[in-house]
């Protein structure tokens, strides 16, 4: 089994930047996808991005591309999500996932969530 804990969430001003971090413990971290998805209140869970286990692909929706950066250090069991020029639309539960090649997200090992909300 996988624990996953989220923190690094607050409120920020529009334009601001936030740093989330998502720790992993139990089996091998590195053997892991990293993914972060976000539910807005109101709105139904959506992907942000994902990196793959090596750190060499990484994937972003179109909302965030160019803002957000997400990042791993397997060394330490955690991944990263640098999120910049925050919109208040980007306010949301923020939830990191693991997942390993023979799991869809759903089917992964998700955290309880870090709320962000950006103020205008």
């Known amino acids: 089994q996988v624990q996953v804990v989220e923190s690094g969430g607050g409120l920020v001003q529009a334009g601001g930047s936030l740093a989330l971090s998502c720790v992993a413990s139990g089996r091998t971290f590195s053997t892991y996808a990293v993914g972060w998805f976000r539910q807005g209140p109101g709105k139904e869970r959506e992907f942000v991005a994902s990196i793959d286990w090596s750190g060499g692909r990484k994937d972003y929706a179109d909302s965030v591309k160019g803002r957000f950066t997400i990042s791993r250090d397997n060394t330490k069991s955690t991944g990263y999500l640098q999120m910049n020029s925050l919109k208040p639309e980007d306010t949301a539960v923020y939830y990191c996932?693991?997942?390993?090649?023979?799991?869809?997200?759903?089917?992964?090992?998700w955290g309880r969530g870090t709320q962000v909300t950006v103020s205008s």
């Open positions: 996932v693991l997942t390993v090649a023979t799991m869809t997200w759903d089917q992964g090992f």
